[in-house]
């Protein structure tokens, strides 16, 4: 029997990172040394109080059954307090706060919400790929506003099509930003607010890195914006913040209407994020503070380690200022796909090829910092000797 995939899977590209999977894991099979800088995946071990708290939650029947709805409430408390904490900013936990089974899962599904096939929704290029996917499973036309150095690669609102306005129903923006490790000010957020709020176009924020800040720099939060409200929904994850990729959890905040559309289409997908998994999101969000600081410092001291070592092979590349991707221009003679290539196949290396994640990605390559110093300097050592 053959099986015809619908158009809309047809339609999808593979998804990046399973792709690079495949090509990382064939060459381990091979016995290579892989230095992994490719996928954005801590190395670093979740902390052991969040670990506990699972441990201790996951005993206890009441936290064993359907979680369904609006998650748990100490969950959304400990959502609230830690966000006025940290943003300046009040969120009601009864409908403006809904746990996710990681960000990524309410970023594909919130267009299933609000977007109908023609519908258009505007996002960044590159980008990180489910805004494309989402967009496509609901039928809905993606239309890219290119991030481009000279802009800081913050988009360009101005240059948005103008005889597509009307069709445009949802926004994606991302700060700070993968793969670029680009950040933006409360003042671009206004102008995203003001031109949603002329357009009525919803805008949908990707904070998935808003904790990974460096050199003092503290990401702001969209919903910091007067009027934000109207108009936005923000997606926060524990992944990155507390190492617990796997773990999935993360929430929506914001407009509470929005919320609520997104509550919808997740309570006929999917039963909620494992209760007690949500009990250790309270621990994690509790002890914000003592973890977050040594967290960076790694990171910091990491980039600092990949940017100085990159830099003495004479490319040239900036500081990120915050997410742990080091994102650079290729050496002239190559293309993103080609140093890729040449990276994993003479230094047994993995980076991501920018034009991974869109058109405007191409001519670059994004490193994770999800490898120890060591491991860093010894994959600039291997550069240096195998390709340079
Ligand atoms: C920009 C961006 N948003 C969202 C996510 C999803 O994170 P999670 O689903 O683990 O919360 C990622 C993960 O890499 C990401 O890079």
């Not at 599904?109 to 023609?118: E, K, R, S, W, Y």
Request: net charge positive; aromatic share 10%; hydrophobic share 40%.
């Amino acid at each position: 029997m053959k099986f015809e995939r619908s158009e809309r899977l047809k339609k999808l590209p593979p998804y990046l990172f399973v792709e690079i999977d495949r090509a990382k894991k064939k060459a381990r099979d091979e016995g290579r040394d892989i230095i992994d800088l490719g996928i954005g995946d801590p190395d670093l071990p979740t902390p052991k109080f969040v670990i506990d708290a699972m441990n201790k939650a996951m005993r206890e029947p009441k936290n064993q059954r359907y979680p369904l709805d609006a998650g748990l409430p100490e969950f959304r408390r400990a959502i609230s307090k830690w966000f006025k904490k940290r943003y300046g900013v009040d969120l009601d936990e009864n409908g403006e706060i809904l746990p996710l089974i990681g960000s990524k899962e309410g970023i594909s599904h919130i267009p299933l919400a609000f977007i109908n096939p023609g519908d258009v929704v505007l996002m960044p290029d590159p980008c990180y790929p489910p805004y494309k996917s989402g967009t496509w499973f609901a039928g809905g036309e993606v239309e890219l506003m290119p991030l481009e150095a000279k802009n800081h690669f913050l988009p360009d609102l101005k240059a948005i099509n103008h005889n597509i306005l009307h069709k445009v129903r949802m926004l994606f923006i991302n700060y700070p930003n993968n793969p670029t490790g680009a950040v933006c000010d409360k003042r671009f957020f206004e102008h995203v607010v003001d031109f949603a709020r002329q357009h009525n176009i919803i805008v949908c924020h990707d904070a998935a890195y808003s904790e990974m800040g460096y050199d003092g720099y503290r990401a702001p939060s969209i919903l910091e914006v007067d009027g934000a409200k109207d108009v936005a929904i923000e997606f926060h994850s524990l992944s990155k913040t507390f190492n617990m990729t796997g773990w999935r959890l993360g929430f929506a905040c914001g407009n509470p209407e929005l919320v609520a559309a997104l509550a919808k289409v997740k309570s006929n997908i999917d039963s909620g994020v494992f209760f007690a998994i949500q009990r250790a999101g309270v621990d994690a969000l509790e002890n914000y503070d003592r973890h977050i600081k040594p967290t960076l410092k790694i990171y910091e001291d990491r980039r600092n380690c990949l940017v100085e070592g990159l830099r003495s092979l004479g490319w040239s590349l900036e500081s990120p200022k915050a997410t742990f991707y080091v994102w650079f221009k290729v050496p002239p003679r190559y293309t993103s796909a080609l140093l890729a290539k040449e990276l994993l196949d003479k230094c047994d290396i993995v980076a991501t090829p920018g034009n991974g994640f869109g058109a405007n990605g191409e001519g670059y390559l994004r490193m994770a910092l999800t490898v120890d110093k060591k491991r860093i300097k010894e994959a600039v050592e291997r550069i240096r000797k195998r390709l340079i």
